[in-house]
């Protein structure tokens, strides 16, 4: 073979070789096409309402986010739905999660009772738009209101339903302070209920169950989805008049920031959505109000187990 036709030889063989090693069957992929969605995209601002539920939602939804390359920045424990819609409307926060009934009874100022949940949805949904957010996918779960006490005082005084306090007489009742003046608190126990004879006592949110092993109250205001309800501890009032509503979380997002944040990113928020059902919030809660663990890190663990974080 002469020196020619060898050097040919050798240059078809490198060419095969580079050929072969800048492609796994396919054409070569530029780095590029590796960045995650979320890549240069404009930071997003995150807000949480005062009460573990919300710190660990907006963990989930924060880094889920962070995951997909998104720059986040989380602002915890605002404080109650009235004060963190002023923080939404003035644009210091650009999105958070809250409860369909809050949005249709507390802000939009529904004055008919909501009968069901996809009548609840729609009015969050249409008070929202005309403001300029929109409210992404709703969880399974439903985090009502529910008015709790001890057993022993359930059955002292033969309670099933929230009507049956009327036989009661005078009783305290324990509630966040906004309960005070809200349907869906003490106005619609009165209203509906026929209560006169409650009480109110400011309880801040996460103590409620402190103040009824205290001797406090003898009622409170509880969430279904609380981790201290697990094991009958304590007894639920059934609400036959379906005053506490219907209370499925929506992320609540400003329009023009979820047309900024690309096409991946409400189907990220929607997939961690998905998984919160009543049983998961309600471990979740107890993860950290009983066992004491950082919401951060009961997260982390419920997106790595589903394959979201």
């Known amino acids: 073979m002469s020196s020619r036709t060898w050097n040919r030889v050798l240059a078809g063989l490198v060419a095969l070789c580079l050929g072969a090693c800048g492609s796994s069957g396919g054409e070569r992929r530029s780095p590029a096409s590796h960045r995650p969605p979320g890549a240069g995209r404009p930071p997003v601002t995150i807000g949480t309402k005062n009460f573990t539920e919300q710190f660990i939602l907006g963990e989930l939804y924060s880094q889920a986010l962070r995951a997909k390359g998104y720059r986040v920045a989380l602002k915890q424990n605002i404080g109650s739905s009235e004060i963190i819609d002023r923080t939404l409307t003035s644009g210091q926060i650009d999105l958070y999660p809250e409860y369909t009934g809050v949005i249709a009874v507390e802000l939009a100022n529904t004055r008919h009772r909501l ?172 993860a950290v109000n009983i066992d004491h663990r950082k919401p951060a890190d009961v997260a982390r663990d419920f997106l790595r187990t589903r394959g979201l974080g």
């Open 115 to 286: 009968r069901t949940a996809a009548e609840t949805a729609a009015i969050a949904r249409r008070f929202e738009a005309r403001r300029g957010f929109v409210t992404l996918a709703s969880t399974p779960f439903s985090d009502v209101l529910a008015l709790a006490t001890k057993p022993s005082y359930a059955a002292r005084h033969r309670l099933h339903s929230i009507g049956d306090l009327r036989r009661v007489g005078r009783f305290r009742f324990g509630g966040a302070p906004e309960n005070r003046t809200r349907f869906q608190g003490l106005v619609g126990m009165r209203e509906v209920y026929g209560l006169k004879d409650a009480v109110f006592v400011p309880v801040e949110l996460g103590k409620q169950y402190r103040a009824l092993e205290a001797g406090d109250v003898e009622v409170a205001n509880v969430l279904t989805t609380d981790g201290e309800l697990r094991g009958g501890r304590y007894t639920l009032l059934a609400d036959p008049e379906r005053i506490f509503g219907f209370q499925h979380v929506v992320p609540v997002v400003r329009r023009t920031v979820l047309a900024r944040a690309g096409p991946e990113f409400a189907p990220t928020l929607d997939a961690v959505t998905a998984k919160l059902t009543n049983e998961a919030m309600q471990s979740m809660n107890a």
